[in-house]
T-cell receptor, first 112, second 113 residues
Framework: NAGVTQTPKFRILKIGQSMTLQCTQD?????MYWYRQDPGMGLKLIYY???????DKGEVPNGYNVSRSTTEDFPLRLELAAPSQTSVYFC???????????FGPGTRLLVL | SQKIEQNSEALNIQEGKTATLTCNYT??????LQWYRQDPGRGPVFLLL?????KEKRKERLKVTFDTTLKQSLFHITASQPADSATYLC????????????FGAGTRLAVHP
C-alpha cells in the first residue's frame, strides 16, 4: 500500500491564482481530512469528509473548497490564492473503526 | 474553546537519558489523546494512543501517561538515541466526533551523542 499520497510537493502561486491540491489514499478509509501547518503552530483542520459525497468545514475553511467523489480521493481547491494561505498542507485518512490518522507527505505552498 | 499547550522551547538531552515531554489541555475532557512524531519536511506519524480510562500506555521505549484531573499527558522516551530527534505532537479528539483531532504546536527534541 502506498498509504496517503499528495501532489504536488511544492508550488509557488501568484496572488489571485487558483490550484488544486491532490490527495489519494489506498487504504479504503472512510474519513479524510485536510490540515494546514504554519511555523510554530499546531495543525489546523480545514475540511474533512466522512465518506464519498459528504464533506464539512473544519476550524479554518475560509478560502478553500473540497469535494469527495470517490473513497480514495479528496482534493482541496484554492480559488483565489492569498499570501495568508502560504503554509504546508497535509492530508490524512482514518478508518471509521479506528482513531489514528495516517498522514501524507505534505504540499508546501508559497503565495507571492 | 479547546486549547492544547506543549513546551514551545526545544528539549535538548544527552543520549541514553530519558526525555519527558508535556502536553496540557484546557476547556475539554477528551475521550483519548494521541502522540505523533514529525520529522522535518515529513507528515506526522502516529506513535501512541491513550484513552481517558487508562493511566499509562507503553510501547517499546515509549511511555505515555494521562492524568484527566490535571488535564495533562506526559510522553517519555527512555534510553534516548540521536535517531529520536524530531518534533513530537500531542493531539486530542475534537468535539463533534468523526475522529477529528486538535493538535498542539509540538515540542522539538534533540538528542545529542
Amino acid at each position: 500500500n502506498a498509504g496517503v499520497t499528495q501532489t504536488p510537493k511544492f508550488r509557488i502561486l501568484k496572488i489571485g491564482q487558483s490550484m488544486t491540491l491532490q490527495c489519494t489514499q489506498d487504504m479504503n478509509h472512510n474519513y479524510m481530512y485536510w490540515y494546514r501547518q504554519d511555523p510554530g503552530m499546531g495543525l489546523k483542520l480545514i475540511y474533512y469528509s466522512v465518506g464519498a459525497g459528504i464533506t464539512d468545514k473544519g476550524e479554518v475553511p475560509n478560502g478553500y473548497n473540497v469535494s469527495r467523489s470517490t473513497t480514495e480521493d479528496f482534493p482541496l481547491r484554492l480559488e483565489l490564492a492569498a499570501p495568508s494561505q502560504t503554509s504546508v498542507y497535509f492530508c490524512a485518512s482514518v478508518s471509521h473503526q479506528k482513531e489514528t490518522q495516517y498522514f501524507g507527505p505534505g504540499t508546501r505552498l508559497l503565495v507571492l | 474553546s479547546q486549547k492544547i499547550e506543549q513546551n514551545s522551547e526545544a528539549l535538548n538531552i544527552q543520549e541514553g537519558k530519558t526525555a519527558t515531554l508535556t502536553c496540557n489541555y484546557t476547556n475539554y475532557s477528551p475521550a483519548y489523546l494521541q502522540w505523533y512524531r514529525q520529522d522535518p519536511g515529513r507528515g506526522p506519524v502516529f506513535l501512541l494512543l491513550i484513552r481517558e480510562n487508562e493511566k499509562e500506555k507503553r510501547k517499546e521505549r515509549l511511555k505515555v501517561t494521562f492524568d484527566t484531573t490535571l488535564k495533562q499527558s506526559l510522553f517519555h522516551i527512555t534510553a534516548s538515541q540521536p535517531a529520536d530527534s524530531a518534533t513530537y505532537l500531542c493531539a486530542l479528539d475534537g468535539s463533534g466526533g468523526y475522529n477529528k483531532l486538535i493538535f498542539g504546536a509540538g515540542t522539538r527534541l534533540a538528542v545529542h551523542p
